[in-house]
């Protein structure tokens, strides 16, 4: 049963960087797409990244463009978020989730995605 944590979150001043990890455990990543998703208070929970079985990636969000990318090991069984300029804006509860399969044209949307991890609250403020 594969299993999700996420790592990485933290306080930082606006424009700061941070890199979120997501690590996978009790299968391997080969065959999933892993999306990034973050929520705010109030607010409902948006795709930031999304990236393929196929390696394929899936913008979310335009206000993160440019700014965000993600990545994949899966080697290390790991995918990743760098996030780089950050604003208060980016301040959420961020989420990995997975699915089985690639993504194809599906968007980076959290109802194509079934398996979440717990979250790590990333807070941007000076």
């Known amino acids: 049963q594969l299993q999700l944590v996420e790592s990485g979150g933290g306080l930082v001043q606006p424009g700061g960087s941070l890199r979120l990890s997501c690590v996978a455990s009790?299968?391997?990543?080969?065959?999933?797409?892993i999306g990034w998703f973050r929520q705010a208070p109030g607010r409902e929970r948006e795709g930031v990244s999304c990236?393929?079985?196929?390696?394929?990636?899936?913008n979310g969000a335009d206000s993160v463009k440019g700014r965000f990318t993600i990545s994949r090991d899966n080697v290390k069984n790991t995918v990743f978020l760098q996030m780089n300029s950050l604003k208060p804006e980016d301040t959420a509860v961020y989420y990995c989730?997975?699915?089985?399969?690639?993504?194809?044209?599906?968007?980076?949307?959290?109802?194509?995605?079934?398996?979440w991890g717990r979250g790590t609250q990333v807070t941007i403020s000076s």
């Open positions: 009790g299968t391997t990543l080969d065959y999933y797409s």
């Open positions: 989730a997975a699915r089985a399969g690639p993504l194809g044209l599906n968007p980076c949307s959290a109802d194509f995605f079934g398996l």
């Open positions: 990236i393929s079985s196929s390696h394929a990636i899936t």
